[in-house]
């Protein structure tokens, strides 16, 4: 199924527009000379771990924990080394997108090369 021309302009400009909105609306709402409330300055603080856990939770959520190795499973040992490896990382470095992107080259490498 393929869109129309309209379709596609209406789509590209909701999406412009929702960008544009995300980007430019707390500027708007939240000037440097007003004070920004606590709530807002608590969701900044607690989405980004949240976020990140449920990355964890979707990631590992398939992994096959119970297929011994001789039958072709990996019993979550890339998962589990790339999760490892990510924490390690963001302990180390303190840099979320560093830690993310060690932790899917490690699984990467692993899943592609040893398993």
């Not at 129309?4 to 960008?19: C, D, F, H, N, Y």
């Not at 949240?50 to 959520?61: N, P, Q, S, W």
């Not at 119970?66 to 790339?82: C, N, S, V």
């Amino acid at each position: 199924m393929q869109m129309t021309a309209s379709e596609m302009g209406i789509t590209i400009g909701a999406v412009v527009l929702g960008t544009v909105l995300t980007r430019f609306l707390p500027y708007v709402l939240f000037p440097e000379q007003k004070h920004v409330p606590d709530f807002v300055r608590y969701l900044g603080n607690v989405l980004g771990p949240a976020v990140f856990g449920l990355l964890v939770i979707y990631c590992l959520r398939q992994t096959d924990w119970i297929t011994p190795l001789p039958a072709g499973g990996t019993r979550g040992i890339p998962e589990l080394a790339a999760v490892a490896v990510t924490a390690v990382v963001f302990v180390w470095k303190r840099q979320m997108i560093f830690s993310m992107a060690a932790g899917t080259a490690v699984y990467m490498v692993l899943v592609q090369v040893v398993f």
